[in-house]
T-cell receptor
Framework: DQQVKQNSPSLSVQEGRISILNCDYTNSMFDYFLWYKKYPAEGPTFLISISSIKDKNEDGRFTVFLNKSAKHLSLHIVPSQPGDSAVYFC?????????????FGQGTILTVHP | EPEVTQTPSHQVTQMGQEVILRCVPISNHLYFYWYRQILGQKVEFLVSFYNNEISEKSEIFDDQFSVERPDGSNFTLKIRSTKLEDSAMYFCASVKAGGRGGQYFGPGTRLTVL
């Protein structure tokens, strides 16, 4: 299932700098997009979402950008903190809401160095 | 802040045995889900449940799987005759009415089939 791809298995950034995590999808039917953070031995934690009617959504240090023509979304974390070190998953849905089946990417391991 | 809870945190069983994984979704949420993550693989959708019936299921969710909401708070996943390949982390999730924001995940149950 390659409908959702996170091409970078890992990312390393310095504390205080920007972290940019990327995600590509193939199906134009997807219209609701989410980012999750996951620590080892815990469930995914919802961070932020965006509907296809927007191209940007901000929540504190987290901003999600959506480029529908490129079928690409990204998560920006500014400033990055050591506590942000975790696995980040993008997830997509069709139907305009978070109801229904989420399809996940394979995740990117973010390491933020002090 | 309300959380999804899951029990047990770890379940070890012999191949062919039945297991029941339990979840307590967030109390005012209306949609419920099960996902699983096999070690090293993506988080995969299993089933969604609304208004006391299955609304969608994946090809993984065959006759060996069933879900139930036996009372107003619990949501269970039963695997009738476990196989080695059922070994995975199983996550329960729930969504509030309106479908905005994300699906909120529990901490997971690690199922080990020997």
């Amino acid at each position: 299932d390659q409908q959702v791809k996170q091409n970078s298995p890992s990312l390393s950034v310095q504390e205080g700098r920007i972290s940019i995590l990327n995600c590509d999808y193939t199906n134009s039917m997807f219209d609701y997009f989410l980012w999750y953070k996951k620590y080892p031995a815990e469930g995914p934690t919802f961070l932020i979402s965006i509907s296809s009617i927007k191209d940007k959504n901000e929540d504190g240090r987290f901003t999600v950008f959506l480029n529908k023509s490129a079928k690409h979304l990204s998560l920006h974390i500014v400033p990055s903190q050591p506590g942000d070190s975790a696995v980040y998953f993008c997830a997509v849905n069709a139907g305009g809401t978070s109801y229904g089946k989420l399809t996940f990417g394979q995740g990117t391991i973010l390491t933020v160095h002090p | 802040e309300p959380e999804v809870t899951q029990t047990p945190s770890h379940q070890v069983t012999q191949m062919g045995q039945e297991v029941i994984l339990r979840c307590v979704p967030i109390s005012n949420h209306l949609y419920f889900y099960w996902y699983r993550q096999i070690l090293g693989q993506k988080v995969e959708f299993l089933v969604s449940f609304y208004n006391n019936e299955i609304s969608e299921k994946s090809e993984i969710f065959d006759d060996q799987f069933s879900v139930e909401r036996p009372d107003g708070s619990n949501f269970t996943l039963k695997i009738r005759s476990t196989k080695l390949e059922d070994s995975a982390m199983y996550f329960c999730a729930s969504v509030k009415a309106g479908g905005r924001g994300g699906q909120y995940f529990g901490p997971g149950t690690r199922l080990t089939v020997l």
